[in-house]
């Protein structure tokens, strides 16, 4: 019985395990990713698309997909009671940040002082040599250094000390004393390093809340039938500031001599002198000073013209001549 034909159609069905094109497919196995950069054959894929555009896609995704497979086989195993492992490789494609990279903290009073003296910052041992003992003890803490002189089994009483003095005691103040000073000290550097760093988050804030603003009131209607958004704040405009009707002297008297030095130092537009160029300029325009030649003719000769306005103040002085004539006679 031959069975070649059927081995052969089985064969057919499946597909090859590896991919074999042109261009070879970029593959960041940390990332989980395949990079084809074959560039696409216009009329295979007019073809493609034509008959089954999903078969071809799945064809291509199916590529990738192997590629990746591929890959992760590839990889060293480990055994575990749930089967073997295979560990991802960190990624090998720089992906870009959604957020911009933090900016460096301001310096604080120390560092800055530091700078400028050239002090370098080592890490301090917290254990010193003793030169009196010959031995390493604590710089602080239990038995520390720091506590000698209110630990030493002598101590030397000032003449003018009184009579309930311990020096025990006043040692161990004055240490809490330098610890409580050093304490408020590095909060203070905290809180100065804080507020320029809150002071930068709201210059930024009211820069965008200014850009917001302008934006808003850009369109044609001055934004007041633009779509409105869930949380949008109402434009507030610029309001009037009045004087209050109620002042005190001091600021009565300010507002005065500001007027009265405002007069000194502006001579008053009336007494302006006219030059001869603005003289024949307002000539020319038919205006001279406060009246408006063209408009006064108009109304005389109840809109005839400057002519017709002309002749009948002719024919008024004729007659004005003939009647004084008669009269003589």
Not at 174 to 194: H, I
Request: glycine content about 6%; proline content about 6%.
């Amino acid at each position: 019985m031959d069975v070649s034909a059927i081995v052969e159609a089985e064969a057919s069905k499946k597909k090859a395990v590896t991919v074999e094109k042109d261009i070879p497919i970029q593959v960041d196995v940390g990332l989980l990713s395949a990079l084809d950069t074959n560039p696409i054959d216009a009329e295979a894929y007019r073809q493609n698309c034509s008959i089954d555009l999903e078969s071809h896609l799945q064809a291509v995704a199916r590529d990738g997909a192997q590629v990746i497979l591929g890959a992760l086989f590839g990889l060293p195993t480990q055994s575990s009671d749930d089967g073997p492992i295979a560990t991802l490789p960190p990624p090998t494609t720089a992906l870009p940040r959604t957020k911009p990279l933090p900016k460096p903290k301001p310096p604080t009073k120390w560092e800055r002082f530091a700078a400028a003296k050239g002090i370098q910052k080592t890490k301090r041992d917290r254990r010193e040599w003793d030169e009196e003992r010959q031995e390493w003890v604590n710089r602080w803490g239990w038995k520390g250094k720091n506590k000698d002189q209110e630990e030493q089994w002598i101590h030397e009483v000032p003449d003018n000390a009184p009579d309930d003095y311990d020096p025990a005691i006043e040692a161990r103040k004055e240490r809490k004393a330098r610890v409580a000073k050093n304490e408020k000290q590095r909060e203070r550097n905290l809180t100065v390093a804080a507020a320029s760093g809150q002071r930068e988050r709201e210059e930024t804030k009211s820069k965008l809340n200014r850009s917001l603003a302008i934006t808003r009131a850009s369109t044609a209607s001055m934004g007041r039938f633009d779509k409105k958004l869930d949380g949008d704040t109402k434009l507030k405009g610029i309001k009037r500031q009045f004087v209050p009707n109620e002042t005190s002297a001091e600021s009565e008297k300010k507002s005065s001599m500001d007027i009265i030095k405002r007069l000194d130092r502006e001579p008053p537009k009336s007494k302006r002198v006219r030059t001869d160029a603005e003289a024949e300029e307002s000539t020319r325009s038919g205006k001279d000073g406060l009246v408006n030649v063209r408009k006064a003719i108009r109304h005389a000769s109840k809109g005839n013209g400057s002519i017709a306005l002309a002749k009948g103040l002719k024919k008024e002085a004729g007659k004005s001549k003939g009647r004084a004539g008669k009269g003589k006679r």
